[in-house]
């Protein structure tokens, strides 16, 4: 991110250098922790935004047979089945040899389940927790760049209470103990829920600080389910113990590493919502960033 912002003038796109980040964090979780590669990176980031793109459309026909007809479904049938095979082909090859223990591929493996059930779990977890973690820190930036007097609370907290490691990373294990953080990722996913197919609303107003009441939990307390930006039952996020912890060490590390600012002095940037998958901002954030300390 620093290299981009030095070729352009320190302004910075980030949604591509979070995603990045997410495909490695879920890489390591489902085929080890010292998975590492570049092209699997690069393949897989292609792979889900090709499931997401065309996904849609290619399963209209479980509902209403007759759609095979429609030229977009037939064209986004014929997608699905060309990356079927890449999705295969690409975790399959990850699969060769035993993957190491403690990872979910290794688990699956396990269960004895149908190769075609274990590669396809493991695109899932791509599919559903990529762009929903990338979407909501992005959403959480862009709001911070509108709000600065919240962005600079959230700084002097970090430095008042998180101890960083030597290279000035907030520790994941810290995140929990930053109140005022907490309380931005919540108001962040009340703001802006990516759940798909959510009732289509807005919030009025930032209520950031409500958050800092400790009763309001991300599933409610004792039958409060005034806040489920995770959904809850049976069809809950499989991956929510991730995903409240990589949004907040995402989001705090950001902050603590650099100042946001609009890209254009004085011209606020579109948080207007696309309407897709995992409620994507209609116009890409772009913010010009600061390493703190300058
Ligand atoms: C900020 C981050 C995230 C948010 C706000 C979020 C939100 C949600 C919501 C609301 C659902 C339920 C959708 C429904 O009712 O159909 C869901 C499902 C799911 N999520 Fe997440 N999610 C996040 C991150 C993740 C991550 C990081 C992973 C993977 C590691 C993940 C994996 C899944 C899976 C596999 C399901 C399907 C569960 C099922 O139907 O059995 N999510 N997510």
Known sequence: MIKEANLN???VKPFHHIRRATIKLLARA???SDFSDEEFDATMDVMVEEALKYGGDARIVDTFPPARFLPNVKRAIMQMEKLKILVEECIGHHLASPPPPNCYAHFLLSQ???REVTIFSIFEVFVLGLDSTGSTTMWAL???VHNQKAQQKLYQEIRDHATCTEKGIVKVEE???LEYLQAVVKETMRMK???PLAVPHK???DTTERFMESSKEFLGKRGQCSFLPLGAGMRACAGMEVGKLQLPFAVSNLVNAFHWSNAVEGEESNLSEDFSFVLPMK???EARIVPRGI
């Open 142 to 144: 862009g709001l911070l």
């Open 175 to 177: 995140v929990g103990k």
């Open 9 to 11: 003038g320190g302004v």
């Open 283 to 285: 116009t890409p954030l």
């Open 112 to 114: 004895r389940f149908p």
């Open 193 to 195: 829920p990516i759940a």
């Open 30 to 32: 489902c085929i080890g």
């Open 203 to 205: 919030a009025a107003r």
